[in-house]
């Protein structure tokens, strides 16, 4: 099994920065995609990003791209994301996630994680 526990969430205002980082334990090695989600209020859980299992793949969502990075240590276990330019619509629950499907895809469905994280508040002030 792998655990996955998030940090790095808080308050912040619009256009500024926050770095997420999520760190895994346990059977690491079996872990191929790492990824992360988000809830809004209101909403339905939605993907933001995600990486193949040595960060040369990634994907994004079409709100996030070209403001935020996803990167991964492997040596460390973690995956972080580097959120920039900061909007209010970014505010949400951001949940972490690791995929075990034996690929070389940034996996983005839902079904393709088999752990997740508890996730961490991310709240932007206008």
């Known amino acids: 099994q792998v655990q996955l526990v998030e940090s790095g969430g808080g308050l912040v205002q619009a256009g500024g920065s926050l770095r997420l980082t999520c760190a895994a334990s346990g059977r690491t090695f079996s872990i191929y995609g790492l990824g992360w989600f988000r809830r809004a209020p209101g909403k339905e859980r939605e993907f933001v990003a995600a990486?193949?299992?040595?960060?040369?793949?990634?994907r994004y969502a079409d709100s996030v791209k070209g403001r935020w990075t996803i990167s991964r240590d492997n040596v460390r276990a973690t995956v972080s994301l580097q959120m920039d330019s900061l909007k209010p619509e970014d505010t949400a629950v951001y949940y972490c996630?690791?995929?075990?499907?034996?690929?070389?895809?940034?996996?983005?469905?839902?079904?393709?994680?088999?752990?997740w994280g508890q996730g961490t508040q991310v709240t932007v002030s206008s």
């Open positions: 996630a690791a995929s075990f499907s034996i690929t070389n895809y940034a996996p983005a469905k839902e079904s393709d994680f088999g752990s």
């Open positions: 990486l193949n299992r040595n960060g040369g793949a990634t």
